[in-house]
C-alpha cells in the first residue's frame, strides 16, 4: 500500500492551494484518510481527517479555511485550504487507516504518504 501524495507549493497569505493524496495498492477498505502538517521544530498536528462514514474532524486553527473531502471509489483525499496564512507553513502529510487482507485475516494500520511542503509569505 501507499500514500501518494500531490499539491501544496508557494502562496500568498490570504491565498489558496489544494492537495491531494491516492491510496494504492491491495486494499479492501481505507476507515480514516486525512492530513497532518509538520512545522520546523514543532511536533506534527492533525489538520483534519475524514471517516469512511463522512465524519470530519478539523483542527481548531484551520476550522472554515479548510475543507476536506474524499473520492472513496478513487481512494483519494483531497484538502482545499483557503485564506492561508503563514502559521500554515509546514510539511503536509498524508495519513489513512488501511485495511488489507493478509493470510491470518483482515489487518488495519496506519500508512503515510511522503510529505509535501506548503508554504505561505507574509
Known amino acids: 500500500v501507499q500514500l501518494q501524495a500531490s499539491g501544496g507549493g508557494l502562496a500568498q497569505t490570504g491565498g489558496s492551494l489544494g492537495l491531494s493524496c491516492a491510496a494504492s495498492g491491495s486494499i479492501l477498505s481505507i476507515n480514516n484518510i486525512g492530513w497532518y502538517r509538520q512545522a520546523p521544530g514543532k511536533q506534527r498536528e492533525l489538520v483534519a481527517t475524514?471517516?469512511?462514514?463522512?465524519?470530519?474532524n478539523y483542527a481548531d486553527a484551520v476550522k472554515g479555511r479548510f475543507t476536506i473531502s474524499r473520492d472513496s471509489a478513487k481512494n483519494t483525499v483531497y484538502l482545499q485550504m483557503n485564506n492561508l496564512s503563514p502559521e500554515d507553513t509546514a510539511v503536509y502529510y498524508c495519513?489513512?487507516?488501511?485495511?488489507?487482507?493478509?493470510?491470518?485475516?483482515?489487518?488495519?494500520?496506519?500508512?503515510w504518504g511522503q510529505g509535501t511542503q506548503v508554504t505561505v509569505s507574509s
Open positions: 475524514l471517516s469512511e462514514g463522512g465524519s470530519t
Open positions: 495519513y489513512a487507516f488501511i485495511f488489507i487482507a493478509q493470510r491470518v485475516g483482515t489487518i488495519g494500520s496506519d500508512y
